[in-house]
C-alpha cells in the first residue's frame, strides 16, 4: 500500500549538514507516524527520530537531539531529518519507516508497517 523512499544522503566532512527526505507514495493511506532510524555497519540498529502526522510531536534520540530535526510536509507526503554538526559517529544506512494506524508502541520501538531502502550517510574525520 505504501512505498518509502529515501534521499539526500551522501559523504560530508565533520561539522557539515545534510537534509534526508522520505517520501510516502501510494493510494488510499495515511500516515499516523514516521520514524527514522539508522545502522552501521557490525552495529544494531539504532533509533534516531520520529514524528506525528500533525507535526506537532517529536522524538529524537539523545544522541542526536541537539542536531537533528525532523519535520513533514503532509501535502507532499515526505518527512525530512536535517542533520547539523555531522560527525564520524553519524556514519549509518538511515531508513525511514511509517505507521499507517494508531499504535500504542513508543515511536522508538522498531513496530512501523513500512520501510524505506535506506540512503547511506558518511561522514569523514
Known amino acids: 500500500q505504501v512505498q518509502l523512499v529515501e534521499s539526500g544522503g551522501g559523504l560530508v566532512q565533520a561539522g557539515g549538514s545534510l537534509r534526508l527526505s522520505c517520501a510516502a507514495s501510494?493510494?488510499?493511506?495515511?500516515?499516523?507516524?514516521t520514524a527514522w532510524f539508522r545502522q552501521a555497519p557490525g552495529k544494531e540498529r539504532e533509533f534516531v527520530a520520529a514524528?506525528?502526522?500533525?507535526?506537532?510531536?517529536?522524538t529524537l534520540a539523545d544522541s542526536v537531539k541537539d542536531r537533528f530535526t525532523i519535520s513533514r510536509d503532509n501535502a507532499k507526503n515526505t518527512v525530512y531529518l536535517q542533520m547539523n554538526n555531522l560527525k564520524p559517529e553519524d556514519t549509518a544506512v538511515y531508513c525511514c519507516a511509517a505507521r499507517t494506524s494508531f499504535r500504542l508502541e513508543s515511536p522508538k520501538s522498531v513496530v512501523y508497517d513500512y520501510w524505506g531502502q535506506g540512503t547511506q550517510v558518511t561522514v569523514s574525520s
Open positions: 501510494g493510494r488510499g493511506f495515511s500516515i499516523y507516524t
Open positions: 514524528i506525528t502526522r500533525s507535526g506537532v510531536t517529536t
